[in-house]
């Protein structure tokens, strides 16, 4: 079958060890995907237009720029316009618009969601630009999750749509001229990028609206000792370098587990510890039929508990109590055994996991399940899903 839409000649080569194998590795790639609201709504600007965030090869000075020298950028994030071809069934490769190119200094930490919330507008996930403790070539005094002159390590919203469709709008063009900026975002006429909408974030890997409160929900990758799940509210502070999790975060490594509560930083709704594992994939509230017990509870899950060897879990958490317990297969309550890369969920609420068992972006072995009620043997279910009664 013809692809819907392939952006791989657009994306730098990927594979950090240089092993192009199962076994190599990139957090970069085609990052992010949005259909816009208005997609189905001939007549409406937004029709049969999406968007697409993706990894690229140096192309010029970027929109926002990050000082490197002497060494060179490692790529650059690209926020990309399509549009659907006449035949209304693939992506007309000729459509593309470019949005917003981002440089990045190093190979990780890009974020890279996209999603609209139910204002109609664009949000982006920007990670804090890679390396460890956001410092380094790239990375400001103070890191750049603090630093409002940045995109980086925030959550950037914004009206994609070209600005000659959105003329009587109170929004404010870009310095770019290819989108608009919500007149109403946090640092319009303050110090502060016009586009950030919240910041202080490590690596706001995956992010979704809650579809009944529109709620921002962010999960975001710590570095050594603590996974978090934000509720995000316009112009937060959500921390990062100076906290990771609820805790003080120092680079030396010597004041571990030190609460540092500050009433100008927002802390997570729900945290867990490197125990239970690595980096935290970004999921959603469950309101499918298929697991009722699950119903208003935030569906997410890790990557692995081990780098190198697939142990990926599923978790769901109560954001009102921050009390977050394991998901497992079947009657015999399995683990996954397979690498987390993302979940994904139907427009009936029900949940899909991605996974894998390639390290990174190579192989054939990526798989997509669909999370049931054991006993579900409808045709086409991935797995069983069943609650793992002792608590993480």
Do not use: C
């Amino acid at each position: 079958l013809q692809p819907f839409l392939d952006v791989q000649d657009r994306l730098v080569t990927l594979g950090i060890f240089g092993t192009f194998d199962e076994g190599d590795y990139d957090e970069r790639g085609l990052l992010g995907f949005a259909f816009h609201p208005d997609f189905k709504n001939p007549g409406r600007p937004g029709y049969g237009r999406l968007y697409t965030h993706t990894s690229e090869p140096v192309q010029g000075p970027g929109d926002f720029q990050v000082n490197t020298d002497p060494e060179p950028l490692d790529h650059q994030s690209v926020i990309l316009e399509w549009q659907l071809a006449l035949n209304g069934r693939l992506v007309d490769p000729e459509s593309v618009r470019e949005i917003m190119r981002v440089d990045q200094p190093q190979f990780n930490h890009n974020g890279g969601a996209l999603a609209f919330g139910q204002d109609g507008y664009l949000y982006a996930a920007f990670g804090d630009g890679g390396n460890a403790n956001d410092q380094g070539e790239g990375h400001g005094p103070d890191g750049n999750g603090q630093d409002l002159s940045t995109v980086l390590g925030s959550i950037l919203r914004i009206d994609p749509i070209s600005p000659e469709h959105t003329a009587q709008s109170r929004d404010i063009a870009s310095d770019n001229g290819a989108y608009r900026i919500p007149w109403d975002n946090p640092f319009v006429g303050v110090d502060g990028l016009d586009e950030i909408y919240a910041y202080g974030f490590r690596n706001p890997y995956r992010f979704s609206f809650d579809r009944l409160s529109d709620m921002l929900l962010v999960a975001d990758v710590g570095q050594d000792n603590v996974e978090e799940i934000n509720i995000v509210r316009k112009g937060g502070n959500y921390g990062w370098p100076i906290k990771e999790g609820t805790f003080l975060f120092d680079p030396e490594g010597l004041a571990l587990g030190v609460p540092w509560p500050d009433a100008n930083l927002v802390d997570p709704v729900a945290q867990y510890d490197h125990d239970d594992g690595l980096s935290v994939i970004g999921g959603f509230m469950y309101y499918g039929r298929s697991l009722p017990q699950l119903r208003a509870l935030y569906v997410f899950g890790d990557f692995s508990t081990g780098f190198f060897t697939p142990g990926g879990r599923l978790f769901y958490a109560d954001l009102v109590s921050g009390e977050i317990q394991e998901l497992r297969f079947g009657q015999d309550k399995l683990p996954m055994q397979l690498f987390l890369k993302g979940l994904g969920q139907g427009p009936d609420g029900e949940i899909y996991v991605l996974a894998g068992s390639s390290l990174g972006p190579f192989g054939t072995q990526g798989t997509v399940l669909k999370l049931v009620a054991l006993g579900d043997d409808t045709p086409g279910n991935g797995s069983g899903g069943g609650n793992d009664s002792s608590g993480r």
